[in-house]
């Protein structure tokens, strides 16, 4: 398993937002994908002096290695109207299948005038490439967030 802790993730972070800073990208909207993207959008946020962002839930994994056939937004709906015309970020802890950050990038595409996609880890078999990417892996990651059970 790929183990990422607080520490690492602060790394992770601010490496990922030197390169979208390195590129030229000048976003004016985050959109972090709820649950596990949250705390990375609120990370990137900061680190790029951007305080519009938006979050759209999306859920897809069950479990451990456990997922619906597709991947299904939650409520509430993101406000598509507030993104219009505007350049977009879309964060994610990780692209393992692609199908979550392509259903996000698929929805947001009509309305903005440009969009990118941002991850800590990406997976060889992800149908979608994020345009910054910290780490590719195969393996399943430990994020600091979820490696312990839940308290309920």
């Known amino acids: ?8 993730f ?25 649950r596990g993207g949250l705390l990375i959008g609120g990370a990137v946020a900061y680190a790029l002096s951007l305080k519009n962002i938006g979050v759209v839930n999306v859920e897809f994994y069950t479990d451990v290695e456990e997922r619906r056939e597709v991947p299904v937004m ?11 015309d505007t350049k977009l970020l879309i964060v994610d802890d990780v692209a393992d299948t692609g199908e979550t950050l392509k259903l996000v990038v698929d929805t947001c595409a009509p ?11 990406e997976k ?7 345009d910054y990417v910290w780490r590719h892996t195969d393996q399943w990651i430990n994020f600091p967030w979820s490696t312990e059970p839940p308290l309920r």
């Open 1 to 8: 398993r790929e183990e990422l802790d607080y520490a690492g």
């Open 10 to 34: 602060g790394v992770a972070t601010r490496e990922l937002c030197q390169q979208v800073v390195d590129s030229g990208y000048e976003p004016d909207w985050i959109v972090a994908i709820a």
């Open 74 to 84: 939650l409520p509430p709906a993101l406000n598509l109207a507030d993104l219009a």
């Open 111 to 121: 309305v903005v005038a440009e969009i990118r996609s941002l991850v800590l880890y």
């Open 124 to 130: 060889p078999r992800s149908i979608h490439s994020a």
